[in-house]
């Protein structure tokens, strides 16, 4: 079993965001330093390999992945529209060994069937994470062993962490004794849309 050497201080961030560039070369689209963070994105056509190269190469050795989540960014710029696609997967990986982290964005290419390859063969516990996102997005995982939903039941209708899911959902669940099983109707809470009153005291908290 191959030694583990832990570094006790952490990379700065521009040296990690230099080696990490490095390595990837041509694989990445960007890799940027945000809040002290390094974000690294790439394409979808390089995704899984930029991830191995993380994972393996020296000087990166992410050898732990500690979360992966979906994205839409349909209404991230508020009233305007979003330019580029609508949904993304955000990785967050550690080194235990290097002490450093680092965070990997992809966007989906296809905004209609948003579909990324599986990293559950790098990291093992990328496999629940990817069936979270397939079932509160519908983000589908290229080569996931086991893409089933994992939080909704089976017969959910929809991805309830989309943009365009209503508050409400589409349908209601009640046990009916007649038929003694669960049944699904339309659902029957009327979709409105409340906006709080604010009421300011005049000069409240010193302002004018």
């Keep these: 079993m191959a030694e583990i050497i832990l570094h006790e201080h ?21 890799v940027s330093i945000t809040l002290g963070q390094v974000i690294v994105t790439v394409s979808p056509g ?5 991830m191995q190269t993380l994972r393996n190469a020296e000087g990166c050795r992410f050898e732990q992945l500690i979360d992966l989540c979906g994205v839409d960014y349909s209404a991230y710029s508020g009233e305007g ?13 550690l080194s235990v060994s290097l002490n450093q982290r680092v965070r990997v964005r992809v966007f989906c290419a296809n905004d209609q069937f948003p579909v990324l390859p599986s990293v559950s063969p790098i990291w093992n516990g990328a496999n629940w994470f990817e ?11 290229d080569g996931h062993a086991d893409l089933r939903r994992i939080l ?4 959910f209708v929809g991805h309830p962490l989309r943009k365009d899911f209503p508050l409400t959902g ?3 669940m009640r046990y009916d004794e007649q038929r003694q099983r669960v049944v699904y109707e339309p659902v029957s809470i009327e979709p409105r849309e409340i906006t709080p009153r604010i009421i300011r005291e005049e000069h409240y908290g010193g302002l004018r």
């Design 10 to 30: 952490a990379i700065a961030p521009q040296a990690l965001r230099e080696c990490v560039a490095q390595a990837l070369q041509g694989k990445a689209q960007n």
């Design 131 to 141: 069936r979270e996102a397939f079932d509160l997005l519908g983000i589908v995982f």
């Design 46 to 50: 390089n995704y899984l390999s930029a």
């Design 81 to 93: 529209r979003w330019p580029g696609p609508r949904y993304a997967v955000v990785s967050h990986l």
């Design 152 to 155: 909704t039941d089976y017969g």
């Design 170 to 172: 589409h349908v209601e």
